[in-house]
Every structure is written in structure tokens, then in C-alpha cells.
């Protein structure tokens, strides 16, 4: 049973930058992908970045590409996603999930129904 927990959410103005956590607990050697999910009002939830847990293979949105940048470090059980150049575009409630099922990552993210464990989300609010 894992849990994730994100942090890091928060109101930025326009061309601004975040960095948002998910600290990863109870079997943290458990899953073989974990990713970056948003979702905003009135839209579906769609993929923004995933990595394998081993070999860092990893993959983004062609929105996020060039701007957003997902890393992790193992000491802290701890994935991140830097967030750079933000738009308004980019507003959503951000989630963190984990795929325990050994399988290739795909080229660009999916909208993450294949995940089995979700963080509770943090928002990302992008405005003037």
C-alpha cells in the first residue's frame, strides 16, 4: 500500500515557476512508474510527466515539453516536477501517482487510469 502526499502548489503570476512534491511512503520500492497529473475545471484529467522507478525513462506532454522537468531522488523518496514559464493555461489541481504494473512507459503521457495510487492533489493557480 503506498501513499503519496504532493506539496508545493500555490498562486504564481504568468512566466513564473514552481516546484511541486510528492513524498512517496509504504513500499516505495513497489512501483514501476510514477507521473504527474492535472486536472482543470470542466476539462479531463490529462498526463504531464511520468518516469520509470528504475532506468529514469520519462516522458511529458507536448504542452509541458521544454518547460516543465520531472526528477526524483531516492534518498528522500521524494518525486518533483519543476514548473517554469507558466501560463494561465497551466491552472489545475496537480496529482501524483504510481503504477505498480511493470509495463513500458509511453512516449507521452496517458491520463493515468492505469495508475493505481493517487496523491490527494495540490492546486496550481496561474494568474495576474
Do not use: H
Not at 511512503?25 to 504527474?36: K, L, Q, R
Not at 506532454?61 to 517554469?84: C, E, H, P, W
Not at 501524483?96 to 492533489?121: F, I, M
Amino acid at each position: 500500500q503506498l501513499t503519496l502526499v504532493e506539496s508545493g502548489g500555490g498562486l504564481v503570476q504568468p512566466g513564473g515557476s514552481l516546484t511541486l512534491s510528492c513524498v512517496v511512503s509504504g513500499g516505495t520500492s513497489d512501483y514501476y512508474a510514477i507521473g504527474w497529473f492535472r486536472q482543470a475545471p470542466g476539462k479531463e484529467r490529462e498526463g504531464v510527466s511520468c518516469m520509470r522507478s528504475r532506468g529514469g525513462t520519462m516522458n511529458y506532454a507536448d504542452s509541458v515539453k521544454g518547460r516543465f522537468t520531472i526528477s526524483r531522488d531516492n534518498a528522500k523518496n521524494t518525486v518533483y516536477l519543476q514548473m517554469n514559464s507558466l501560463t494561465p493555461e497551466d491552472t489545475a489541481v496537480y496529482y501524483c501517482a504510481a503504477d505498480v504494473d511493470d509495463v513500458p512507459l509511453p512516449t507521452r503521457p496517458s491520463n493515468g487510469n492505469e495508475y493505481d495510487y493517487w496523491g490527494q492533489g495540490t492546486q496550481v493557480t496561474v494568474s495576474a
